[in-house]
């Protein structure tokens, strides 16, 4: 059994590899939220998402990429409009 710690090269290397191997962040202005990123976001359950905020009249409209079987997919929203939402629902101050 080998009980050498890595070197500071090796770790380095190993970070940078998981770096590189990590999605790009996509802009809030045009990423799109599935019901579990929306509850995160909102700090709710992902079926309080489903049941009781997206049904909302004022949420905004889902956006449903078309599977290759040509049926509708999982719903999304776009995230700028989420967090709008959210903000709409601010408290006002008192005096």
Known sequence: MNN????????ASA????????RPAI??????WDAETIGTYLKRSTSVVRERV???P????A?????????RGHALWRA???IAWAESH???ETA
């Open 58 to 61: 004022s949420f905004p409209v």
């Open 63 to 71: 956006i449903r990429i078309p599977t290759g079987a040509g049926q």
């Open 90 to 92: 601010r408290e006002r």
């Open 15 to 22: 970070l940078l590899e998981k770096l590189t191997a990590a």
């Open 54 to 56: 997206v049904c909302q």
């Open 80 to 82: 700028a409009e989420v």
């Open 27 to 32: 802009p809030v202005d045009i990423a799109l």
């Open 4 to 11: 050498t710690l890595p070197t500071a090269e090796q770790i």
